[in-house]
């Protein structure tokens, strides 16, 4: 199965899961929850929500949480990513990883990889990594073992 064939099923899954995560969301400081969900290569889901932090700098983002989540249950490749947010002050932007979290999301996928966006009533446009961070530098470029 190619990471850009997901079942309905498996969206709505990752949908449901991205959404229960951003009502967990610490976000006390932009009021800004964000949900992430991560499809793994055995099929897993692992959701990660945004934990903000006085420090700002120390904050952690929705999909390095899912991420990390991803790795301690054992996954090691993404296949399909999906991203709850409020889409900004008026409610009609689709929120997209930020570039630490694109270069994240690099090291445990593919070019490929799809990065659905969805707010609390509806899903919302796709993309693949690739169309995030073009010519990205990943761990082909360090010969990972």
Known sequence: MSPLTLTEPQR???????????????????????GAAVLDE?????????????????GLCAEA???SAMVLAGGQRARAVLVVGNGGQNHSAWTTPCGGCRQKLRE???ADLPIFCANNTQLGPSYTLAQLLPES???DHLSKP
Do not use: D, K, T
Not at 13 to 29: E, T
Not at 42 to 58: K, L, R
């Open 12 to 34: 709505q899954a990752l949908l449901q899961a991205a959404r229960a995560a951003q009502r967990m969301a610490y976000a006390p400081y932009s009021r800004y929850p964000v």
């Open 42 to 58: 055995q099929g897993h889901i692992h959701a990660g929500c945004n934990v903000e932090n006085a420090a700002y700098p120390e």
């Open 65 to 67: 949480a899912a991420l």
């Open 108 to 110: 445990f996928g593919a």
């Open 137 to 139: 530098f990943g761990p």
